[in-house]
């Protein structure tokens, strides 16, 4: 049987790109362009009609990522993709290529598809595999070099903005901090090799410690906990951490693609939240469980659980962390995001949330 066009060596011509997912594009951009040496499409930013351009073309019951993906593949195409990367996952994610590329033929779209659903995290050499497979004269030394630099890049995104987040709501001059992490993000797309991100980096993170911020000595700490796609991409949540930096909360999450990539197998995470979960329920159902514990342990004041309408490891984990609520007295508001999620709701939910934590804290001083 001929093999599929699709299925074929790219051109080297090729107009690569892969859905938006934070600020992590940015890696992408240089694993291909560098790794590859094919051209990458940067995705335009999401808008409410990348949601709408998906939930028209998706089946309804999907969950919101398969929908903002979908709607931001047809977006990249219209950009100039003729390439489009899907990545796996450990819930039905990993059948979302299949169905995203059935649609998209269906619409008529002459794209070709890579799928890495197949690939291990743990295992680079399956992510070799593919790209080989991709480009059968791959210089695996330039290759490596890349992949390299991406993971570190990974992890210089992840340290600033964590930082960010901690800091931003106690900031004397929040527009001073809003100007590094753009200036930094716009330089980071043009650093080439381990030094210059890493010079980078540093400099990046000595600017944001460096602006004057007004933090109580006890400030309202709350832990943001949940699904790793709708946590971790801030158009999908509506940039909730941002809200909350805003109302003068400190902001904690554990959850971002170094821990995904380095600690999230090997944790150990079930004897520690045996308490609360006996059996893995899929996706990062169980760093959620983890990730509450810890906070209700460590005396955050609020923990908040945000998900996809319909993700079912979420919606698994629930129990478990209303039982965490119930045994250290920590409240948790549950936040399912959707295509109808309205910014109003969420914002009244978030404000009724911070008054009620803040109020629980006053009274127990
Ligand atoms: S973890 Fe949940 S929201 Fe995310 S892709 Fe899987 S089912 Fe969908």
Known sequence: MPVSKYRQPLPPDSKISFPQFGNYGIAM????????GMTYVMPPRMTRHTLE??????????????????????????????????????????????????????????????????????????????????????DIKRFTAAAVETVRMVNAIDEVDALFRRRIGFAEDPRAMDAIRTNWLKQLRMADGIKQIEL????????LENQKVNMPKHPIRVGVVGEFFTIMDPFSNHDIEYELAHMGVLVDRWMDMTNCMYHYRSRKMLPRIKEYAHYNMGATAMATIDAALHYAKSGFDGIIHVKSAGCTPEID?????????????????YLSFDTQ??????NTRLEAFYDMISMRKQARK
Not at 29 to 36: N, V
């Open 29 to 36: 951009e240089h694993l291909i362009q560098k790794g590859l």
């Open 53 to 138: 351009l998906g939930a028209r073309y998706a089946p309804d019951s999907v969950c919101a990522p398969f929908k903002l993906n979908l709607g931001c593949f047809l977006e990249c195409i219209d950009a100039g993709a003729d390439t489009l990367i899907q990545t796996g996952g450990t819930c039905r994610l990993g059948y979302y290529g299949e169905l995203h590329e059935q649609i998209l033929r269906d619409m008529g779209k002459d794209v070709r598809f890579v799928n890495f659903a197949e690939c291990d995290f743990s295992r680079p050499k399956t992510f070799v595999d593919e790209f080989r497979e991709l480009k059968p004269d791959l």
């Open 200 to 207: 980078l980096r540093k400099a990046t993170v000595r600017m």
């Open 317 to 333: 984990a629930i129990p478990a962390l209303q039982n965490i609520s119930a045994d250290y007295h920590v409240p948790i508001l």
């Open 341 to 346: 999620t309205s910014e109003t709701g969420l």
